[in-house]
Protein backbone atom coordinates (compact mmCIF):
# COMPACT_ATOMS: atom_id res chain seq x y z
CA UNK A 1 0.00 0.00 0.00
CA UNK A 2 2.78 2.75 1.30
CA UNK A 3 4.45 1.28 -2.17
CA UNK A 4 1.73 1.74 -4.42
CA UNK A 5 0.73 5.55 -2.70
CA UNK A 6 4.57 6.39 -3.48
CA UNK A 7 4.64 5.80 -6.65
CA UNK A 8 1.23 7.86 -7.19
CA UNK A 9 2.40 10.61 -6.04
CA UNK A 10 6.02 10.48 -7.91
CA UNK A 11 3.67 10.09 -10.96
CA UNK A 12 1.45 13.30 -10.00
CA UNK A 13 4.74 15.25 -9.76
CA UNK A 14 6.20 14.32 -12.50
CA UNK A 15 3.01 15.36 -14.34
CA UNK A 16 2.91 18.32 -12.72
CA UNK A 17 6.42 19.20 -13.54
CA UNK A 18 6.23 20.39 -17.47
CA UNK A 19 2.68 22.03 -17.33
CA UNK A 20 4.07 25.17 -16.26
CA UNK A 21 7.08 25.20 -18.29
CA UNK A 22 7.91 26.26 -21.77
CA UNK A 23 8.98 22.61 -23.58
CA UNK A 24 12.35 22.84 -25.09
CA UNK A 25 12.78 23.05 -28.33
CA UNK A 26 15.10 20.77 -30.25
CA UNK A 27 17.93 20.53 -32.72
CA UNK A 28 19.31 18.29 -34.99
CA UNK A 29 22.25 18.93 -35.78
CA UNK A 30 22.83 18.02 -39.64
CA UNK A 31 26.04 15.69 -41.17
CA UNK A 32 27.66 17.30 -43.92
CA UNK A 33 29.31 15.71 -46.25
CA UNK A 34 33.14 16.94 -48.11
CA UNK A 35 32.30 18.21 -51.59
CA UNK A 36 33.25 15.87 -54.21
CA UNK A 37 35.33 16.69 -56.79
CA UNK A 38 35.35 15.18 -60.04
CA UNK A 39 37.05 17.26 -62.53
CA UNK A 40 39.01 20.76 -61.64
CA UNK A 41 41.32 23.13 -63.31
CA UNK A 42 45.17 22.43 -63.30
CA UNK A 43 44.95 26.42 -62.55
CA UNK A 44 41.99 27.61 -60.88
CA UNK A 45 44.21 31.47 -61.34
CA UNK A 46 43.66 30.80 -64.86
CA UNK A 47 39.62 31.28 -64.51
CA UNK A 48 39.76 34.04 -61.95
CA UNK A 49 38.77 37.06 -64.31
CA UNK A 50 36.04 35.01 -65.89
CA UNK A 51 32.67 35.58 -66.48
CA UNK A 52 29.77 33.02 -65.80
CA UNK A 53 26.46 33.10 -66.35
CA UNK A 54 24.64 30.22 -63.65
CA UNK A 55 21.40 28.52 -65.64
CA UNK A 56 18.16 27.67 -63.67
CA UNK A 57 19.08 24.40 -61.84
CA UNK A 58 17.35 21.21 -62.61
CA UNK A 59 15.56 20.15 -59.76
CA UNK A 60 13.23 16.99 -58.88
CA UNK A 61 9.59 16.29 -60.71
CA UNK A 62 8.09 17.70 -57.81
CA UNK A 63 9.50 20.82 -56.90
CA UNK A 64 8.74 23.77 -59.31
CA UNK A 65 10.75 25.74 -62.01
CA UNK A 66 10.55 28.44 -59.68
CA UNK A 67 12.77 26.78 -57.04
CA UNK A 68 15.65 26.12 -59.99
CA UNK A 69 15.67 29.72 -60.86
CA UNK A 70 15.70 30.52 -57.11
CA UNK A 71 18.79 28.47 -56.59
CA UNK A 72 20.43 29.63 -59.30
CA UNK A 73 19.76 33.54 -57.83
CA UNK A 74 21.64 31.75 -54.33
CA UNK A 75 24.58 30.40 -56.04
CA UNK A 76 24.90 33.46 -58.08
CA UNK A 77 25.06 35.66 -54.82
CA UNK A 78 27.44 33.25 -53.00
CA UNK A 79 29.56 33.52 -55.68
CA UNK A 80 29.70 37.52 -55.96
CA UNK A 81 29.93 37.21 -52.47
CA UNK A 82 33.30 35.07 -52.13
CA UNK A 83 34.33 37.11 -55.16
CA UNK A 84 35.23 33.88 -56.88
CA UNK A 85 34.36 35.33 -59.93
CA UNK A 86 34.22 39.33 -60.72
CA UNK A 87 31.17 39.01 -62.61
CA UNK A 88 28.65 36.51 -62.02
CA UNK A 89 25.17 36.44 -64.26
CA UNK A 90 21.92 34.38 -63.35
CA UNK A 91 20.19 33.10 -66.85
CA UNK A 92 16.66 32.73 -67.51
CA UNK A 93 16.73 30.18 -70.07
CA UNK A 94 15.66 26.90 -68.67
CA UNK A 95 18.01 24.28 -70.55
CA UNK A 96 17.58 20.45 -71.43
CA UNK A 97 21.14 19.33 -72.28
CA UNK A 98 24.64 20.55 -71.77
CA UNK A 99 25.01 21.31 -75.49
CA UNK A 100 21.69 23.83 -74.84
CA UNK A 101 23.64 25.32 -71.84
CA UNK A 102 26.87 25.78 -73.90
CA UNK A 103 25.00 27.69 -75.84
CA UNK A 104 22.86 30.04 -73.98
CA UNK A 105 26.03 30.63 -72.49
CA UNK A 106 27.71 31.87 -76.00
CA UNK A 107 24.48 33.49 -76.68
CA UNK A 108 24.64 35.43 -73.31
CA UNK A 109 28.36 36.63 -73.96
CA UNK A 110 29.80 34.25 -70.93
CA UNK A 111 33.35 32.36 -70.44
CA UNK A 112 31.73 30.03 -68.52
CA UNK A 113 28.12 28.73 -68.20
CA UNK A 114 27.36 27.20 -64.82
CA UNK A 115 24.74 23.81 -65.16
CA UNK A 116 23.36 22.69 -61.72
CA UNK A 117 21.34 20.03 -60.46
CA UNK A 118 19.26 19.29 -56.99
CA UNK A 119 19.14 15.39 -57.32
CA UNK A 120 17.25 15.18 -53.74
CA UNK A 121 15.92 17.96 -51.28
CA UNK A 122 13.88 16.31 -48.08
CA UNK A 123 12.80 19.21 -45.99
CA UNK A 124 12.37 17.99 -42.41
CA UNK A 125 9.84 16.80 -39.62
CA UNK A 126 9.73 18.16 -36.03
CA UNK A 127 12.15 15.15 -35.40
CA UNK A 128 14.83 16.01 -38.39
CA UNK A 129 15.42 13.62 -41.30
CA UNK A 130 16.30 16.42 -43.94
CA UNK A 131 18.63 15.73 -47.10
CA UNK A 132 19.89 17.86 -49.61
CA UNK A 133 22.19 16.58 -52.28
CA UNK A 134 23.32 18.91 -55.49
CA UNK A 135 25.73 18.92 -58.21
CA UNK A 136 27.39 21.62 -60.53
CA UNK A 137 29.20 21.99 -63.65
CA UNK A 138 30.99 24.75 -64.73
CA UNK A 139 31.61 24.74 -68.20
CA UNK A 140 33.95 26.61 -70.89
CA UNK A 141 31.63 27.87 -74.03
CA UNK A 142 34.55 28.39 -75.95
CA UNK A 143 35.74 24.58 -75.86
CA UNK A 144 32.63 22.85 -74.35
CA UNK A 145 35.10 21.33 -71.84
CA UNK A 146 33.98 20.75 -68.07
CA UNK A 147 36.24 23.23 -65.90
CA UNK A 148 34.47 22.74 -62.58
CA UNK A 149 32.12 18.85 -61.76
CA UNK A 150 31.52 19.23 -58.05
CA UNK A 151 28.44 17.59 -56.18
CA UNK A 152 27.93 17.56 -52.08
CA UNK A 153 25.22 16.06 -49.98
CA UNK A 154 24.26 16.85 -46.44
CA UNK A 155 21.88 14.85 -44.03
CA UNK A 156 20.09 15.63 -40.79
CA UNK A 157 19.86 12.50 -38.73
CA UNK A 158 16.48 11.74 -37.34
CA UNK A 159 16.00 12.91 -33.20
CA UNK A 160 13.88 9.03 -32.84
CA UNK A 161 11.27 9.59 -29.89
CA UNK A 162 11.67 8.52 -26.12
CA UNK A 163 8.69 5.96 -26.22
CA UNK A 164 10.14 3.89 -23.13
CA UNK A 165 7.49 2.70 -20.42
CA UNK A 166 7.58 5.42 -17.80
CA UNK A 167 7.54 8.07 -20.85
CA UNK A 168 4.30 6.96 -21.36
CA UNK A 169 2.91 6.78 -18.37
CA UNK A 170 3.89 10.25 -17.41
CA UNK A 171 2.79 11.74 -20.93
CA UNK A 172 -0.63 10.16 -20.26
CA UNK A 173 -1.08 12.51 -17.22
CA UNK A 174 0.00 15.49 -19.35
CA UNK A 175 -0.61 17.25 -22.42
CA UNK A 176 2.12 16.27 -25.37
CA UNK A 177 5.35 18.06 -25.75
CA UNK A 178 5.35 19.98 -28.74
CA UNK A 179 8.89 19.88 -30.15
CA UNK A 180 9.55 22.62 -32.47
CA UNK A 181 12.82 22.84 -34.61
CA UNK A 182 15.16 24.90 -33.37
CA UNK A 183 16.39 28.03 -35.56
CA UNK A 184 15.67 28.54 -39.71
CA UNK A 185 14.19 25.58 -41.41
CA UNK A 186 16.99 23.34 -42.11
CA UNK A 187 17.10 22.54 -45.98
CA UNK A 188 17.46 26.49 -46.83
CA UNK A 189 20.39 26.26 -44.53
CA UNK A 190 21.84 23.25 -46.25
CA UNK A 191 21.49 24.49 -49.63
CA UNK A 192 23.14 27.67 -48.53
CA UNK A 193 25.66 25.34 -46.98
CA UNK A 194 26.81 23.37 -50.26
CA UNK A 195 26.93 25.99 -52.45
CA UNK A 196 29.26 28.28 -50.01
CA UNK A 197 31.33 25.29 -49.75
CA UNK A 198 31.63 24.69 -53.48
CA UNK A 199 32.33 28.50 -54.12
CA UNK A 200 35.28 28.22 -51.42
CA UNK A 201 36.93 24.75 -53.64
CA UNK A 202 36.44 26.83 -57.17
CA UNK A 203 39.03 29.27 -55.01
CA UNK A 204 41.56 26.62 -55.07
CA UNK A 205 41.17 26.21 -51.50
CA UNK A 206 42.40 22.25 -50.31
CA UNK A 207 40.61 22.53 -46.96
CA UNK A 208 36.71 23.66 -46.59
CA UNK A 209 35.20 24.26 -43.08
CA UNK A 210 33.69 21.27 -41.21
Not at 120 to 134: H, I, K, P, V, Y
Not at 171 to 200: C, H, K
Request: proline letters at 8%; hydrophobic letters at 45%; charged letters at 20%.
Amino acid sequence: MILLVVATAWLLSACTIGRGEVSATIYVAPVKGAPLVYLHPKDPERYRLATVGVLPFQVPPNHGPTQGAALAGLVRDVLLAKEVFPRVLQLSEVYGGFAEAIALGRRAGVDLVLAGRLHRALDATELGGARAEMSIRLINVETGNTVWHIAQAIDQPMDHHNVGAWRRIRESFSPPVIRPSRGAPPLPNMLATIVADMAIVMTGTKVVPR
